[in-house]
Structure formats: structure tokens, C-alpha cells
């Protein structure tokens, strides 16, 4: 069974960082692609930065510079470190499986039960 547990998230001020972190089972997790994709409240869902297979790692706009997003196939666990949060990076966060070992648009497999970021004075 495949299982995704993220964790990490949690209330932080304007400029300060959080480390969220994705616990995966069930799959051999360097074959696959793995991304973070969040939503705010009322919003769409938003891709924000995936990590292939082979280990080439994509950031949306909105987040590049701020994010690092690093795969850890020994422990096959994700993880996405923000730095320099802003209120408008507020979210659900949550780790999402790629059907294969590249990213695309709509190719995701499975997700994790999410952690929300807020960020707040």
C-alpha cells in the first residue's frame, strides 16, 4: 500500500522558515517523481516545486529563491525547506507521487493527507 505522511507544517511570522517533510511506503520511491503542490483557502490547487527521478528539481515563480525541495531516496522521504515565508505562501501543503520518473500536468498518482503552512504576525 502506498502511503504518504507529510509533516513539518505549522504557524510562522513573515520571513521565518519551516522544513515540511514527506514519509513514503509502498513503492520504490527513486524511480518515481515527487512534488509538492499546495492550496489556499478558497483557492486552486497550486504545483510549487517537484523533484524527478534522476534528481532535476522545478520551482514555480512564486517560490524560487525561497524553496529548496531535496529527495533523500536512502530514507525515501521528500522534503521542501522555505525560507523567507510570506503571507501570501498561507496553504495546505501537500506531497504528491508522479505516475512516473518525470514530472507533467496531471500526472499524479498519489497524495498525502497534507500539512498546513500558515504564515502570520
Known amino acids: 500500500e502506498v502511503q504518504l505522511v507529510e509533516s513539518g507544517g505549522g504557524l510562522v511570522q513573515p520571513g521565518g522558515s519551516l522544513r515540511l517533510s514527506c514519509a513514503t511506503s509502498?513503492?520504490?520511491?527513486?524511480?518515481?517523481?515527487m512534488y509538492w503542490v499546495r492550496q489556499a483557502p478558497g483557492k486552486g490547487r497550486e504545483w510549487v516545486s517537484n523533484?524527478?527521478?534522476?534528481?532535476?528539481?522545478n520551482y514555480a515563480d512564486s517560490v524560487k529563491g525561497r524553496f529548496t525541495i531535496v529527495r533523500d531516496d536512502a530514507k525515501n522521504t521528500l522534503l521542501l525547506q522555505m525560507n523567507s515565508l510570506k503571507p501570501e505562501d498561507t496553504a495546505m501543503y501537500y506531497c504528491?507521487?508522479?505516475?512516473?520518473?518525470?514530472?507533467?500536468?496531471?500526472?499524479?498518482?498519489?497524495w498525502g493527507q497534507g500539512t498546513q503552512v500558515t504564515v502570520t504576525l
Open positions: 504528491v507521487k508522479s505516475k512516473t520518473d518525470i514530472y507533467y500536468p496531471d500526472g499524479d498518482d498519489y
Open positions: 509502498g513503492f520504490t520511491f527513486s524511480n518515481y517523481a
Open positions: 523533484s524527478n527521478a534522476r534528481g532535476h528539481t
